[in-house]
């Protein structure tokens, strides 16, 4: 009881105090799990963060509940999940009680700009620590690179192309360049 009260509690906190979304949450998951509270590795956010992005729903959410169930089962995984979503609820709730035309305001208008700044460098820095983990060799770099300049292209051009698509391209280009080296490796064990 006392791992899903902390696990939810945990991620009610990055909940509260992280705007942005799943991209902007990364650091912050990160530093609480992986360094404060210690309950995964590196290797492991990496792993999760991608999973999370393949997967259907919010990074943060998909995060959490991964989280969760990776200390405590299916409660621990209800728990974290809870966590991450009421203080954005609430916020959303309160705002639409009581206020019509919210962002009309000057000041949250202004805090909001700063805000979006504010998420800008914190996916830049959630990428920049995600590139300086990578395992090194020309292959990851490669694809990373690749589906960087792709991304680019598609929106400097304004292209219809889904990045699920390019994500699943990468996948598929990375899972056959696996079974290849794997492959590879047999026969050399073979000979």
């Known amino acids: ?22 991209y902007a949450m990364i650091p912050i998951i990160e530093d609480t799990c992986v360094e404060k509270k210690k309950w995964l590795s590196h290797d492991d956010m990496m792993n999760i963060a991608v999973i999370a992005e393949s997967t259907p729903g919010p990074m943060a959410i998909n995060c959490a509940t991964f989280t969760g169930y990776r200390q405590a089962g299916f409660f621990g995984s209800l728990a974290a999940t809870a966590g991450i979503i009421l203080p954005s609820f609430l916020v959303i709730f309160i705002i639409s009680m009581f206020l019509d035309n919210f962002l009309e305001i000057t000041v949250i208008a202004n805090a909001f700009k700063g805000i979006k700044l504010a998420v800008g460098i914190l996916i830049l820095d959630a990428a920049v620590k995600m590139v300086k983990k990578m395992k090194r060799g020309a292959f990851p770099r490669m694809i990373m690179l690749c589906s960087f300049a792709a991304m680019l292209l598609i929106n400097i051009f304004s292209w219809s192309f889904s990045t699920i698509s390019l994500m699943l391209i990468a996948a598929a280009v990375s899972l056959a360049a696996s079974f290849a080296s794997g492959a590879k490796r047999k026969e050399g064990e073979g000979t």
């Open 1 to 22: 009881m006392k791992i899903r009260m902390d696990l939810f509690l945990t991620f009610m906190k990055i909940g509260f105090f992280t705007f942005g979304g799943g």
